[in-house]
């Protein structure tokens, strides 16, 4: 006996035909809908100090990649300058 067909005997395969192909791909959209729907029930409005501070932190992290951005920038523009020219 192959490994394949101890396998195919382990998992019980179905025959496969085309409902049970769609009824299986839309089990995993009809639970992540669900879910989605359980989470929109939860949700609130964020009150002002939520909306500043979250906002506060969106812009210094923001500004951080900037700041990291502009270094790289100005370090590889003096590495390039700095190159010595060979003749």
């Known amino acids: 006996m192959r490994p394949s067909e101890g ?3 382990k998992l019980k395969r179905r025959p496969c035909n085309v409902a049970t192909i769609l009824e299986n ?3 995993p959209l009809r639970s992540f809908f669900e879910s ?3 989470l929109l029930k939860l949700v609130r409005r964020p ?4 909306f500043t501070t979250s906002t506060k ?3 210094m ?3 951080l990649l900037g700041v990291i951005g502009f270094i790289i920038k100005f370090m590889s523009a003096i590495l390039i300058v700095a ?3 060979t003749p």
């Not at 009150?47 to 939520?50: A, N, V, W």
Request: proline letters at 5%.
């Open 61 to 63: 992290g923001i500004g």
């Open 83 to 85: 190159r010595p020219v």
């Open 25 to 27: 791909a839309s089990l």
């Open 47 to 50: 009150d002002r100090d939520d």
């Open 57 to 59: 932190i969106t812009l």
């Open 36 to 38: 989605i729907g359980r």
């Open 7 to 9: 396998l195919n005997r």
